[in-house]
């Protein structure tokens, strides 16, 4: 029986956490700089680790019937974490959502806490081809299929089949890829789902055509994005026929600093956090690069990273 004790928007809760059913792990006050690959970002006031859907449904209904908000976290590797942390229960699919199963027709079901670098490496040793792309992309499944992660003209929208998910209300869905609309870095799927599994159609290929792929991918990526400094990939998305990153340098803005943010000097459409930034060093950051190629070039960038919690 598990009972704890948190502080929820200053009120001091007893969670009582038996009567919810939930087996997971459940931590507290958690430094989410800590999760987070730019290493920036105050606390989450809980996080809770569901062991499968079950608990997935349970911690969902807990948090509702106590007005907690909820926040579904992959890996970190897409978010700007606000300085002032995540209120409410933020939930982590990296633990209980990493079951793979390999189906008839070339077809894998992948929870939605895989990561994507293990499942490009499972599929290159069966010899299954398509996602040889995100070979380089540090996410999980999950956030691949909200985000439509892509690279080198792919994206994870053409190996979907179907996905999986549970609603806030703890009902779970099935989307068909027919009944859903990806665009760049954006899919149609519902906010208020926590995706939990993905069903991927993949081509039977000869291994060494794969390795390939995977080898020229991965040193496509060394020459132009090696990047040894935490940072949350690409900041913009790329205006229609442009690239975001051309824009920002010949705006004149590499290597431009605040705090303890920088504009990339291997590549500007990455910032760097150089070892002590804060949320809002990356948000002064973002706002003079909008700024100034609006200004230079009329063009208004989009911001590719997902901003959250307290200001
Ligand atoms: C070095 C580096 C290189 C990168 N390169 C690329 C690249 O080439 N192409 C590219 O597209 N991206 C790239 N990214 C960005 C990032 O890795 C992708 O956007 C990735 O898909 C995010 O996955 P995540 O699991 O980390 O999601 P998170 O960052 O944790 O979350 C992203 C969004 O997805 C939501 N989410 C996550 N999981 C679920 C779920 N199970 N159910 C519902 N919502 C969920 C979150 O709420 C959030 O809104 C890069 C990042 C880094 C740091």
């Given at each position: ?16 956490l038996?009567?919810?059913n ?14 987070t ?6 606390n989450?006031?809980v996080?809770?680790f569901p062991?499968?859907e ?9 948090a509702a019937?106590k007005g907690?908000?909820i926040?579904?976290?992959?890996r970190?590797t897409?978010?700007?974490?606000m ?7 933020v939930?982590?699919?990296?633990e209980g959502?990493?079951k ?8 894998v079901a992948v929870g939605?806490g895989v ?11 069966r ?18 299929v ?5 690279a080198?003209g792919?994206e994870?929208?053409?190996v979907i089949?179907?996905?999986?998910a549970?609603d806030?209300?703890g009902?779970?869905h099935?989307?068909?890829k ?18 939990t ?7 039977k ?23 040894n400094?935490p940072?949350?990939g690409?900041?913009?998305?790329n ?7 051309k824009?920002i ?10 705090g ?10 990455y ?15 973002l706002?003079m ?20 919690g307290?200001?």
């Amino acid at each position: 029986m598990q009972d704890a004790r948190c502080k929820i928007k200053n009120k001091t809760y007893n969670l009582q956490l038996a009567t919810c059913n939930f087996k997971g792990r459940m931590l507290f006050d958690v430094p989410m700089k800590d999760y987070t690959s730019f290493k920036i970002g105050g606390n989450a006031e809980v996080m809770a680790f569901p062991k499968n859907e079950n608990d997935l449904i349970s911690i969902i209904g807990f948090a509702a019937s106590k007005g907690f908000p909820i926040f579904v976290f992959g890996r970190g590797t897409n978010l700007l974490v606000m300085d002032n942390g995540i209120k409410g229960v933020v939930i982590n699919l990296s633990e209980g959502f990493k079951k793979i199963s390999w189906e008839e027709n070339d077809t894998v079901a992948v929870g939605a806490g895989v990561m994507l670098v293990e499942l490009v490496n499972l599929c290159k040793d069966r010899g299954l081809s398509g996602l040889e792309f995100a070979i380089g992309i540090p996410g999980t499944i999950g956030g691949a299929v909200v985000m439509n992660a892509g690279a080198y003209g792919s994206e994870i929208k053409d190996v979907i089949e179907r996905v999986e998910a549970v609603d806030i209300s703890g009902k779970k869905h099935s989307f068909d890829k027919s009944t859903l609309n990806f665009s760049y870095r954006k899919c149609s799927i519902p906010e208020n789902m926590v995706i939990t599994k993905a069903y991927l159609k993949l081509k039977k290929t000869g291994m060494e055509e794969i390795q390939d792929r995977v080898k020229e991918f991965k040193d496509r990526r060394k020459t132009t994005r090696a990047i040894n400094m935490p940072n949350a990939g690409s900041i913009f998305k790329n205006p229609h026929g442009l690239l975001a990153g051309k824009l920002i340098e010949e705006a004149g803005l590499k290597g431009i600093r605040v705090g303890g943010a920088q504009i990339s000097e291997i590549h500007a459409n990455y910032i760097v956090n150089l070892g002590n930034a804060t949320a809002m060093d990356v948000l002064t950051l973002l706002s003079m690069i909008r700024d100034r190629v609006f200004k230079t070039k009329g063009v208004l960038l989009e911001t590719e990273i997902q901003v959250v919690g307290e200001d």
